[in-house]
């Protein structure tokens, strides 16, 4: 038993080492082949890239010059130490009040969608309804 099973080992080491020997043939075919897909790449013609226009550094400076400057109004408008707290006052009663018109609004859209809807399956529904009664009439006859 002790023997077959190293004559087995052995056929398989043997095996093997003949692999092996086949492998820098094996290396030097696969080396060639990229090579010649390296030479196909590099004669390939190159697509061409549209690149985006980049603004210019003076307009993105001054725009945000002018956001700041902007920023500065606001906040010496609204924090005036005379009339500040009246206009502050006064932007959050507007933003208060186009808060209600647009829940008004919002619910008004809500029940009249609603309302569509219901009548969307209402109609569907009488449909249904009509043809099974056109159904059962022509079996009676």
Not at 47 to 53: I, Q, R
Request: proline fraction near 4%; avoid cysteine.
């Amino acid at each position: 038993m002790e023997t077959k099973r190293l004559t087995d080992k052995a056929r398989a080491a043997s095996k093997r080492a003949e692999e092996l020997k086949n492998v820098p043939s094996m290396i030097r075919d696969r080396s060639s082949d990229l090579l010649q897909m390296a030479n196909q790449l590099r004669d390939r013609p190159m697509p061409v890239v549209v690149t985006k226009p980049r603004r210019p550094l003076w307009k993105t400076a001054a725009m945000w010059f002018a956001g700041g400057m902007a920023i500065a109004a606001a906040l010496g408008y609204f924090f005036d130490r005379r009339q500040g707290s009246l206009r502050r006052h006064m932007a959050y009663d507007k933003v208060m009040a186009r808060g209600r018109d647009m829940q008004e609004w919002s619910g008004k859209k809500a029940r009249h969608l609603r309302n569509k809807a219901m009548g969307t399956v209402a109609e569907m529904t009488s449909a249904t309804e009509s043809t099974e009664t056109e159904r059962t009439a022509t079996r009676q006859y």
